[in-house]
């Protein structure tokens, strides 16, 4: 085995696969996304080279500002409510004493299910008329609180993030709590012969050595509140009235339903870009806080 990895054409013959495929189906395509961006194009005859208008009239897209604003809402839940949630539960369930197995695994459920499942369930504990919520507001005499929370302006984003939320807490809590699991046991034995309590030791050593952790969990998180489609898209397909659309779902309805390829080419263009250059921001902000450190 060691010969092996020694061996740097055995390495290149490993690798080599791997990267033929990245190249395929992630490298590729981008560059014709932004071939295509610079084209005025319906999918079917033949494009009309524009330039960069495409993208300066993204700026000037109320409908696409709107949908930049709605995906940094989610980005803002994401990552100050989604992952303080995540870490709660995954110092608790790496202290708990009994039920350990049964937790990581009950947590984790939801994660491993299809986001169009899950949009659909939603759907239904949401619905106006027969909805799980309205029953349980009903049966606690809330009746004055029932409605159609998926079709009010005011309800419809903070609802179709809910069940975000509940679908990924436990995929950033089981991140976490292989990254507790790994801090030694021994320096929690020094901080408590210390007389540090719980809380101490949560904020003092446990959360200060899962840095590392915590960094790939904003950033899974973050990218993928920039890139969610699926779940937005069966809930409630970017209304009422454009509230709760993102640019993944402009972009798919751009292209697929009004048969503007360019246009939606630079929206995807866009998408790529903002999540490149937030995961850039983030390396930044956790390498300064490493240096001050």
Not at 46 to 62: I, S, W
Not at 75 to 87: A, E, M, N, R, T
Not at 114 to 143: C, F, M, P
Request: charged fraction near 15%; glycine fraction near 8%.
């Amino acid at each position: 085995m060691k010969k092996i990895l020694s061996n740097k054409k055995a390495i290149t013959l490993f690798v080599c696969p791997t990267i033929l495929i990245m190249l395929v189906i992630v490298v590729v395509p981008i560059f014709i996304s932004a071939y295509y961006s610079m084209l005025d194009w319906d999918g079917l005859g033949k494009g009309t080279f524009v330039g960069l208008r495409n993208y300066m009239e993204l700026a000037g897209d109320e409908r696409f500002v709107n949908s930049i604003k709605n995906s940094l809402l989610y980005v803002f839940f994401s990552l100050f409510i989604q992952l303080p949630i995540s870490l709660l539960l995954a110092i608790v369930v790496a202290n708990v004493k009994r039920g350990e197995k049964f937790y990581r695994t009950t947590y984790f459920i939801p994660v491993i299910i299809s986001g169009v499942v899950i949009g659909q369930l939603w759907q239904k504990i949401y619905n106006g008329d027969y909805g799980l919520l309205n029953a349980l507001l009903g049966s606690l005499h809330l009746e004055h609180l029932q409605q159609d929370w998926l079709g009010q302006e005011s309800t419809a984003l903070i609802a179709a993030f809910i069940p975000n939320l509940w679908q990924y807490v436990g995929y950033h809590m089981l991140i976490m709590y292989a990254g507790i699991k790994s801090i030694s046991p021994e320096i929690y034995e020094a901080a408590t012969i210390d007389g540090a309590n719980s809380r101490q030791i949560a904020f003092k050593v446990t959360i200060p050595l899962l840095k590392p952790v915590l960094e790939v969990c904003v950033t899974f998180s973050l990218i993928g509140a920039l890139k969610i489609f699926d779940l937005i898209y069966v809930l409630t397909g970017g209304g009422p009235f454009f509230t709760t659309e993102v640019p993944t779902i402009y972009m798919y309805k751009t292209i697929f339903d009004s048969f503007h390829y360019g246009y939606g080419s630079a929206i995807s263009i866009f998408i790529i870009l903002e999540c490149f250059v937030f995961t850039m921001l983030l390396k930044l902000f956790f390498r300064n806080k490493e240096e001050q450190v």
